[in-house]
């Protein structure tokens, strides 16, 4: 069979390709991208939508493309520039196509309107986003009213569809989006009551922190749980309370909050069901694939990048992220070796890391390795094994660190585990 031939056999389209990119957002598109301009022959992007781009069509603010263009853009300007180049490289795409399995062989079957398709690759690179917690992830007590919805669901809503979801707000976390959208519902003329933070500092960004909660005053509650969602019909109002350290509530401190709307925005979660319907190894502590330094799963040939392996702060690393893998997935499908598992190094997080991407490095080659830690701290020292030690002004969970170690560094490695700690004094005490 011929590349990028298809053939009907029994109802069921068979295809060849070198690379397919499974997912359309900022990740499947840098990543399909790069893919063709590094050289591959064939490379197929597939995206379950009717339209490419993931959420970027409706992040309408600011502060995309500082790294990767050197330029502010919006989310759908961002997206509308990947797409540009994609279409001038003639990368083939199939949108509004699920892809439904994909096994240890590289085989993707995919279904659209024209039926089921087996796509045969000698590559895969997964790029399928995150997605967020519902209020079911995070077992808030209370009624079942309407009015309860994500971050996300409210930014398509008022972004895309024109509609404002309520006039009295409460936002319970306070992720990126979250405090963007409290932000935007009151330039639409709502107000927000309200964003309760259950840990004693701010989970987003500190430019979103100071653009969106303190330039428009709005009341923010960390160390607070909401512990009830109160409504029949419709939300009615939230009950939270004041938690200690151990983020245990503390009686007498109960505060109700009259709304009707409550918008979540209480972390992401890689998307890796058919990861692990490939057999794809999963870190716990960031719910997306085990990758080496070139971003290779432990299944040879099945690479992955961007939220689909660890949530990103900026879109601009997730694209980032995502040509790495195309980089050498490409390689891999012209069977090209990829890593040296000769000096193969398992990293580890250590103090105050909450986890760390790759898990695995070469000591040949040159690595970079994302981290982000536990705790806030001032005056911060991260320590890659006995091989680099680089100093913070201020870390903080929200804000991933990247450090790049050149192969000089990696080559002074001993032994087959690399730990990173971070130390420092603490902003908030635990």
Known sequence: MQEGEVIVMSRVLTKSVDVVVLGGGPAGLGAAI???????????????????????????????????????????????????????LGVEV??????????????VTVVNRDGVIKIKARSVILAMGCRERARGAIRIPGDRP?????????????????????ERVVVVGSGDIGMIMARRLVLE????????????????????EVQCLRDFDIPTYTSHSTIFIHGRNRVKGVTITEVDRKMNPIPGTEKYIECD??????????????????????????????????????????FAGGNVVHVHDLADYVTESAEIAAENAVKFAQGQQVVDDTTR???????????????YVSKSRP????????????RAVIKIGDIVKRRFPFVRPSEQVRIDVPVEKMKKIEGERLV??????????R
């Open 189 to 208: 003329g709502a107000e927000v009551a309200a964003v309760v933070e259950i840990l004693p500092f701010i989970g987003g960004l500190i430019r979103n």
């Open 146 to 166: 309407a009015g309860v919805l994500t971050a996300g669901t409210v930014q398509r809503l008022i972004n895309i569809e024109g509609y404002l979801p309520g």
């Open 34 to 88: 790069r893919a063709k301009e590094v050289g591959s022959r064939s490379v197929l992007l597939v995206e379950r939508a009717e339209e490419l781009g993931g959420v970027l069509p409706q992040c309408i603010h600011n502060g995309f493309g500082l790294h990767y263009f050197k330029e502010e853009l919006t989310g759908p300007e961002y997206a509308w520039r990947l797409i540009k180049k994609l279409d001038k």
């Open 94 to 107: 199939l949108t509004h196509t699920m892809a439904i399995d994909i096994n240890a062989d590289k085989v």
């Open 420 to 429: 990173i700690s971070c130390e420092g004094t603490e902003v908030i005490p």
């Open 261 to 302: 709307t409550v918008v979540l925005s209480v972390g992401l979660i890689p998307e890796n069901e058919l990861s692990r319907q490939a057999g794809v190894e999963i870190d716990p502590s960031t719910g997306g694939p085990v990758v080496d330094e070139v971003f290779q799963t432990n299944i040879p040939g099945i």
């Open 345 to 359: 190094v398992f990293v580890e997080a250590g103090e105050n890391i909450r986890y760390v991407i790759p898990r």
């Open 367 to 378: 690595a970079s390795f994302y981290m982000r830690v536990s705790w806030p701290l001032e």
